[in-house]
């Protein structure tokens, strides 16, 4: 280990209660991604669209709407009253909205809830990895975010396994604790945001508070590295996010990288793997426990284990590229009989989530937080934020559409090629960052590009 990275691993005693109580945020972000899963059907007959897809959709993707309205608001807010307060922020529309869900009697109301939920789910899904990623040290930043990914899909996995006992008694209305029961974690959230939680010092710095930012990096970390450009003056509108040029590149890679993820058609099986395998002739109620949830977490742990020890790049390349192999499978067997079908979707889908938790997931909004330099980092992220609620809104809302005009292999054919996108953009493009102080990436970014620019000048005069 380097010197760098020894000091950067001295941890102070309020960085573990920080990270905990941040990532009850993150653990709502996957509650509710996955809170319409399993009973989709279900709400769909007791509020009378049982027969309506486009409906269905509209429940789906009334979250990540308001996941992107949340998510592009936070960020100003942020810059603006702290990291903190922002963070506290979020639990009230995740309460109200999961309220609201549960008591729905008829469609627009669970949608309007669906909606709220999505403004805290957005809100929570940008402050959360940004938060993290000033709060740790520059060893201990892939590992926070691992941290953080794993309280997302252990949200995953507590719906799914709500929902399954809940699914086996029936009844009309079975489905309405699992909205109800989200509210516990909502106010958990509140209480630790308020109460345990330290300010960032990078915020503070932003601040000239740097008698309060001295006070919560002794808190957080002995020794941070968190000096000079952290205090640079950050964006005071949205337009100098894109008229100042040297945001072109960090805001480029972030954007890009962001949308590929997006698309990769991961929202495809969180959102109706329970449909996909309905359509292929699975239907018991604890296939999603184990083909979705436990996935989801074997890979959260993989990220958590080796962001910080292989790199962002390699987890992202064998993300992509697991990806791309599993759907491009499913697709095939999709065009044959139905049996084959079934046995390929109970192999394939569990390895997709696997591969995008240990890396299409996670490692995406940690470098988000490594790549924007701090004076546009929170603006910056909420535009990735943004963007992939409103990729996962159109692939929440085509993708029964598209099952419908396409079948199965036709939609993920589509999202292999998606897949094997992310793969060449990110082998291109993507920098390595582990281990890098966040004033530092900038730099690197730089000499990447003109390495690349270099490396292509040369490919031409030969």
Partial sequence: MTTESRRGADVGPGLAPS?????????????????????????????????????????????????????????????????????????????????LSGMAPNAVTMIAGRFICGLGVGASSQIVPLYLSEIAPPALRGTLNGFRRLAYVFGCLAAFQLAAPLKETGGEGWWRPIFYDAAIPALMLAVGAAFVAQETPVWLLTQSDEKAAEKSRRSLAILQNIRGRAAEQKLSTWSELISDDKNRLPLSLGLSLCALAAFSGSNTVIFYASTVFTSVGINNPEILTWAVGVPNVVGGFVALALSDKMGRRPLLLTSFGGMSACLGILSLAAAGPAQPEAAVALVTIPLY?????????????????????????????????????????????????????????????????????????????????????????????KRHARKRSTSRSKSIDE
């Fill in 19 to 99: 990270a905990v109580a941040a990532s009850l945020g993150a653990f709502l972000f996957g509650y509710h991604t996955a809170a319409c899963n399993a009973p989709l059907s279900a709400l769909a007959r007791d509020l009378g669209f049982a027969d309506d897809d486009y409906v269905k959709g509209a429940v789906v993707s009334a979250l990540v709407i308001g996941g992107a309205i949340g998510g592009l608001t936070v960020g100003g807010l942020s810059d603006k009253y702290g990291r903190k307060w922002a963070l506290t922020a979020t639990s009230a529309p995740l309460a109200l909205g999961t309220m």
């Fill in 353 to 445: 989530v696997l591969f995008f938790s240990l890396g299409a997931g996670p490692i995406p909004w940690l470098l988000y937080n490594e790549v924007f330099p701090t004076r546009i980092r929170a603006r910056a992220v909420s535009a990735c934020t943004a963007l992939n609620y409103v990729s996962n809104s159109i692939v929440g809302a085509t993708f029964l559409p598209m099952v419908g005009a396409y079948g199965l292999s036709g939609s993920y054919g589509f999202y292999t090629l998606l897949c094997a996108s992310g793969y060449v953009f990110v082998d291109r493009f993507i920098p390595e960052t582990k281990g890098l102080r966040l004033e530092d990436v900038e730099s690197t970014l």
